[in-house]
């Protein structure tokens, strides 16, 4: 099965930028998802298709894709930003939804 | 305004069959865009897909999951619904209904989210 790993934790200080990588084989030949947490809510997707935004979500947040890494980087970190963070993709030779283990940012 | 709902009972006993409905409000169930999926995340731990159906009853299921989840749609209510069997402890976690842009042939990702329905296994 495809595995998809995460650091558990990066730690940044408000104003400063945040990457969140997301290691997997061949990685950059899919497409990667990545969703927002904080506790006790639902994810939310903050980036998909690699390096596309949903409405709403400030332009803060960017992703990259290519080789073996995926990167989410949030730029000028905002106390608001603290929260888990997961990487997704559909591995299309199995049909399954993978998600990485999951980065917990913290906001000094 | 889409809205994803989930509702089922918040304790259940070991051996017995969770089951879960997803009430879509907003947006038609058999538009042909989308997968509707299922996952979960047991407490202090990360989130774990379980399956996702198209409307026309095509489905994708989890392997370490396969035998024991049955994900099915009621388009005439446009809802969809989880029964689990056989559960143990093991199966206590927060579960999410969710809407997932995809064809026929495969999903993607989750774009909208119910906000979760907590699920105790327990005598």
């Known amino acids: 099965s495809y595995v998809l790993t995460q650091p558990p934790s990066v730690s940044v200080a408000p104003g400063q930028t945040a990457k969140i990588t997301c290691g997997g084989d061949n990685i950059g030949s899919k497409s990667v998802h990545w969703y927002q947490q904080k506790p006790g809510q639902a994810p939310v997707l903050v980036v998909y298709d690699d390096r596309d935004r949903p409405s709403g979500i400030p332009e803060r947040f960017s992703g990259s894709n290519s080789g073996n890494t995926a990167t989410l980087t949030i730029s000028r970190v905002e106390a608001g930003d603290e929260a888990d963070y997961y990487c997704q993709v559909w591995e299309s030779s199995s049909d399954h939804q993978v998600f990485g283990g999951g980065t917990k940012l913290t906001v000094l | 305004h889409l809205q994803l709902q989930e509702s089922g009972p918040g304790l259940v006993k070991p051996s017995e069959t969770l089951t879960l409905t997803c009430i879509v409000s907003?947006?038609?169930?058999?538009?042909?865009?989308?997968?509707w999926g299922w996952l979960r995340q047991p407490p202090g731990k990360g989130l774990e897909w379980i399956g996702s159906?198209?409307?026309?009853?095509?489905?994708f299921y989890t392997t370490s999951l396969k035998g024991r989840v049955t994900i099915s749609v009621d388009t005439s209510k446009n809802q969809f619904s989880l029964n689990l069997n056989s559960v143990t402890a093991a199966d206590t976690a927060v579960y999410y209904c969710a809407r997932q842009p995809g064809d026929y042939g495969s999903a993607s990702h989750c774009d909208h989210w119910g906000q979760g329905t907590l699920v105790t296994v327990s005598s």
């Open positions: 159906i198209f409307y026309t009853g095509n489905t």
């Open positions: 907003g947006d038609s169930i058999t538009s042909g865009d989308y997968y």
